[in-house]
């Protein structure tokens, strides 16, 4: 069939024009979820930097803190709590919640920008729940030795955050387990269609289009120039 819109022909089975990338058909809107991947992939890739930026300069923040002569000559009260101890505690928090609020980016983000692997976002945020637990932890440790003499208390803060880092690490472990069949597929078939003649793969949904295709006839995905360069210098 010709396209409506530059009048190329193409196969009747193409969903989108493999020319000018338009749809061929009515109730398609792959075209315009391609820009909003690229965009989440990009505001994903900011956020990280932004949180790789901070958590450093809360740490050093920390260090200054409990430098600073001061400070660690402030009185601690009776019961062993000091207002550095306070300080840790708060930044530590401020430092959990940072890390909460980018798990929700992650969970929010990831499968737009990568689709055929929004099992790998399941794997960041358990990583970043486990330093969530971690820093919990840390941070309510002294408030329990200081203020509670009962050592059971600790001994059950211990196995709930034991308890929680298995659930979060077996939940990561089995997406990843399921899915891992797919993604050998998808690697072994992206590896043999690079080596046909006169086609050309969709990095977006790996279907196999013609060499000459500016579009995927598939997704509606532009065929990046790499892909007709890798093929050209075979």
């Given at each position: 069939?010709?396209?409506?819109?530059?009048?190329?022909?193409?196969?009747?089975?193409?969903q989108?024009?493999?020319?000018?990338g338009?749809?061929?058909?009515?109730?398609?809107?792959?075209?315009?979820?391609?820009?909003?991947?690229?965009?989440?992939?990009?505001l994903?890739?900011?956020?990280?930097?932004?949180?790789?930026?901070a958590?450093?300069?809360?740490?050093?923040?920390?260090?200054?803190?409990n430098?600073?002569?001061?400070a660690?000559?402030?009185?601690?009260?009776?019961?062993g709590?000091?207002v550095?101890?306070?300080?840790?505690?708060?930044?530590?928090?401020i430092?959990?919640?940072l890390?909460?609020?980018?798990?929700?980016?992650?969970?929010?983000?990831?499968?737009?920008?990568?689709?055929?692997?929004?099992?790998?976002?399941?794997?960041?945020?358990?990583?970043?729940?486990?330093?969530?637990l971690?820093?919990?932890?840390?941070?309510?440790?002294?408030?329990?030795v200081?203020?509670?003499?009962?050592?059971?208390?600790?001994?059950?803060?211990?196995?709930?955050?034991?308890?929680?880092?298995?659930?979060?690490l077996?939940?990561?472990?089995?997406?990843?387990?399921?899915?891992?069949?797919?993604?050998?597929?998808?690697?072994?078939?992206?590896?043999?269609?690079?080596f046909?003649?006169?086609?050309?793969?969709?990095?977006?949904?790996?279907?196999?289009?013609?060499?000459?295709?500016?579009?995927?006839?598939?997704?509606?995905?532009?065929?990046?120039?790499?892909?007709?360069?890798?093929k050209?210098?075979?």
């Open positions: 069939m010709n396209c409506p819109y530059c009048d190329t022909q193409n196969d009747p089975s193409y989108f024009c493999m020319n000018c338009k749809s061929l058909g009515k109730g398609t809107t792959a075209p315009k979820q391609a820009p909003l991947a690229r965009s989440s992939s990009e994903l890739g900011v956020l990280t930097v932004r949180l790789l930026l958590l450093p300069g809360l740490w050093l923040i920390r260090t200054i803190i430098w600073l002569p001061f660690r000559e402030l009185p601690v009260s009776e019961t709590f000091s550095l101890m306070f300080i840790n505690m708060m930044i530590s928090i430092v959990v919640l890390l909460l609020s980018y798990t929700g980016t992650v969970r929010g983000l990831w499968p737009q920008a990568y689709p055929r692997y929004r099992e790998v976002g399941f794997v960041i945020m358990a990583v970043v729940y486990i330093g969530v971690i820093l919990v932890y840390n941070a309510f440790l002294p408030l329990i200081v203020f509670s003499d009962d050592p059971s208390i600790l001994i059950v803060f211990q196995a709930l955050l034991l308890l929680f880092s298995a659930i979060i077996g939940y990561a472990f089995l997406g990843v387990y399921r899915k891992l069949p797919a993604w050998l597929t998808m690697i072994r078939q992206d590896q043999l269609f690079s046909k003649d006169n086609m050309v793969v969709c990095l977006n949904c790996g279907h196999l289009n013609d060499m000459n295709a500016a579009f995927c006839s598939t997704c509606g995905q532009q065929i990046t120039n790499v892909n007709k360069l890798d050209e210098n075979e």
